[in-house]
């Protein structure tokens, strides 16, 4: 199989910006809805968030970049290396917050840390870095579906569907990365494509979180238990 790296393109690593940017902004408006009911979860998520969105900067659209510049001659693996290693612990806390958001308090957080550990532990054992992507895949799929149950509570049915085309995506992916074709630029302008619309819902489903909640009355507003 060609190496994945001979069919990237200027253009790849331009449109990989868009997936990056509708992370951020969805990790933001999710702070801020945390910040508004439970400000114990709000930094978590700005940490969690800052780390996805330089790390995802660093190993797409930087990576791809300086692969053009160099003419595919290498595929820059070490600027993934921290992205891969931060995403189970990452997609953990906003699985954790949108969990709690879900609730109306703050949930355990040992099980996302659990499973975040499991992730990083399976991927050392093996030596397989892609481990790390399915665990971090697996806890995000996680956040989607509390984000869509959260947002059906409260009403933002356009939000629930975004939370569910996230999860649909995340699930995607994996499919795709692992093809036969994955080489191929038609397959990597399909993950990008499916990754932009999935970040896009995923941005989306936040912001109507956020500006849904100040609608409610208080105790219309999470599941207080």
């Known amino acids: 199989m060609a190496d994945v790296c001979?069919?990237?393109?200027?253009?790849?690593?331009?449109e990989d910006l868009l997936p990056v940017a509708f992370g951020a902004v969805g990790y933001w408006y999710l702070s801020r809805r945390a910040a508004d009911s439970l400000p114990e979860v709000a930094t978590p998520v700005r940490i969690a968030g800052l780390?996805?969105?330089?790390?995802?900067?660093?190993?797409?659209?930087?990576?791809k970049v300086l692969v053009v510049a160099e003419g595919s001659t290498t595929c820059f693996p070490a600027l993934q290396t921290p992205f891969f290693s931060v995403l189970p612990a990452c997609f953990g806390i906003i699985?954790?917050?949108?969990?709690?958001?879900?609730?109306?308090?703050?949930?355990?957080v040992w099980p996302f840390a659990l499973m975040a550990a499991l992730g990083v532990i399976a991927a050392l054992a093996r030596d397989n870095r892609s481990l790390l992507l399915a665990f971090g895949g697996l806890l995000a799929v996680v956040a989607a579906v509390n984000g869509a149950i959260l947002a059906w509570r409260e009403g933002a049915r356009w939000a629930s569907v975004a939370f569910t085309v996230n999860g649909l995506g995340t699930l995607a992916l994996p499919a795709i990365g692992t093809s036969a074709g994955v080489?191929?630029?038609?397959?990597?302008?399909?993950?990008?494509?499916i990754n932009t619309i999935s970040q896009a819902a995923f941005a989306f489903g936040c912001y109507r979180l956020f500006t849904e909640h100040g609608r409610l009355p208080a105790t219309t507003s999470g599941e207080v238990t």
């Open 183 to 193: 080489s191929d630029v038609t397959a990597q302008w399909l993950a990008q494509g």
């Open 51 to 63: 780390l996805l969105v330089v790390g995802s900067f660093v190993a797409g659209p930087l990576r």
């Open 95 to 108: 699985a954790w917050a949108l969990w709690s958001l879900r609730k109306g308090r703050v949930v355990p």
């Open 6 to 14: 001979t069919s990237y393109s200027l253009a790849l690593a331009v």
